[in-house]
Nanobody, 114 residues
């Protein structure tokens, strides 16, 4: 199993970023995919999960601002992040699973700062 995130960077408050996670070596379409983040000096925080297009969940802190999606033909899951806030600053990880997150990517850093 391989999960490779990309798309992080430095953005001003109110800006947008789109994270991507390219998955390989497993049956991607059969799995729930989850984004988790870790702010500096804090613990892990669940952000969003997707199974089918109608099975999507968001943390209250990102609801209405973030959109998770997936392209099963490309084995890729995305996280579109709009109206970013400084408190969104974190390392963002792509993970496989829902109640158990058994594989993790290396993470991509998102920094929201003016």
């Amino acid at each position: 199993v391989q999960l490779v995130e990309s798309g992080g960077g430095l953005v001003q408050p109110g800006g947008s970023l789109r994270l991507s996670c390219a998955a390989s070596e497993f049956a991607f379409s059969a799995w729930t995919m989850t984004w988790v983040r870790q702010p500096p000096g804090k613990g892990l925080e669940w952000v969003s999960s997707i199974f089918g297009q109608d099975k999507i969940n968001y943390a209250d802190s990102v609801k209405g601002r973030f959109t998770i999606s997936r392209d099963n033909a490309k084995n890729t899951v995305y996280l579109q992040m709009n109206s970013l806030k400084p408190e969104d600053t974190a390392m963002y990880y792509c993970t496989r699973g829902w109640t158990t997150l058994d594989y993790w990517g290396q993470g991509t850093q998102v920094t929201v700062s003016s």
